[in-house]
C-alpha cells in the first residue's frame, strides 16, 4: 500500500498543466473597478475579518485568490474556490511558490458541485456537508449565480446560511458594466435582480451589520451575520 502511495505521489508530482489564459484566469488584469475603488475593496474586506475574527473561511469564486490571501495573512486558514481549472492552478501555483500553506485552492462548481461519494454517500462527503464553515466570501459571484444561473436570491441567501455563520457578499447592479456584458446575449427576464430585493431575500438568513458602497462605482459590499 505505502508503495502504491509512493507512486502515485511520484505521478503527480510529475504533472505539468499548461496555462493558456482564461476569462477568469486572467480576471484581475481587466478588473472594471477603479484604483481606489479596488483598494478601497480590499481594505473593508480585511476590516471585515478583523471584526469577526473567524477562525476559517471558504472563498467561493476565488479566482487566483487575491483575497484569500487577505485572509491568509491574518492567520485564517482559507479554502479557495473556483470553477475555473485556469484560475485555480494559478493560484495553486502561487502557493506553491511563496509556500503558502494557509490556502488551499480547489475547483468547484458551485452549480453542479461534487456529491458524497462512496459507500452510503459517505466516505467522501459533499461540500455542504463540509460545512459550516465560519466565514464565506461571496465577491462579484452574485451576478454570476442569478444572471447566468438562474438562481434566485432566496436560494442563495438559503445555501450560503446553510454553510456559514458571517458573510462577506458583493452586490453588483444592472448598471455595472460586468452584468450587461452577461445581458448581451440573453432575454433580461431578472426584474427582481435589484439592490433592495437582494436585501429583502437575505435578511431572512442575515442580520446585515454593515454595507459599504465601493467608491466610483454602484458595487456594494456587506457583511453578514447568520440568524
Known amino acids: ?25 486572467d480576471y484581475y488584469s481587466d478588473t472594471n473597478y477603479s484604483k481606489v475603488g479596488f ?10 475579518l478583523k471584526t469577526v475574527k473567524p477562525k476559517s473561511v471558504w472563498d467561493l469564486g476565488a479566482n487566483t485568490g487575491l483575497f484569500s490571501r487577505i485572509a491568509s495573512k491574518l492567520d485564517i486558514p482559507v479554502i479557495s474556490i473556483d470553477g475555473d481549472p485556469e484560475a485555480v492552478e494559478r493560484n495553486y501555483l502561487r502557493c506553491v511558490e511563496e509556500r503558502e500553506e494557509n490556502i488551499l485552492p480547489l475547483i468547484i462548481d458551485l452549480t453542479n458541485p461534487s456529491p458524497g461519494i462512496g459507500w452510503e454517500n459517505k466516505e467522501r462527503m459533499s461540500l455542504e456537508t463540509r460545512g459550516p464553515v465560519d466565514m464565506i466570501f461571496a465577491l462579484a459571484l452574485v451576478h454570476h449565480l442569478a444572471v447566468s444561473n438562474n438562481l434566485p436570491f432566496a436560494k ?12 462577506i457578499i458583493e452586490f453588483i447592479p444592472k448598471s455595472d458594466s460586468n452584468v450587461k456584458r452577461l445581458l448581451l446575449f440573453r432575454k433580461d427576464i431578472f426584474p427582481d435582480y435589484t439592490q433592495e430585493n437582494f436585501v429583502q431575500e437575505f435578511k431572512q438568513y442575515f ?14 459590499l456587506f457583511l453578514m451575520e447568520g440568524k
Open 1 to 25: 500500500m505505502l508503495g502504491l502511495i509512493d507512486s502515485l505521489e511520484s505521478v503527480t508530482k510529475r504533472l505539468n498543466y499548461k496555462l493558456r489564459g482564461s476569462q477568469w484566469g
Open 39 to 48: 483598494e478601497q475593496k480590499k481594505r473593508v474586506i480585511e476590516k471585515f
Open 207 to 220: 442580520t446585515i451589520k454593515y454595507s459599504v458602497k465601493i467608491r466610483h462605482s454602484q458595487r456594494v
Open 156 to 167: 442563495m441567501a438559503s445555501f450560503f446560511r446553510s454553510i456559514c455563520k458571517f458573510l
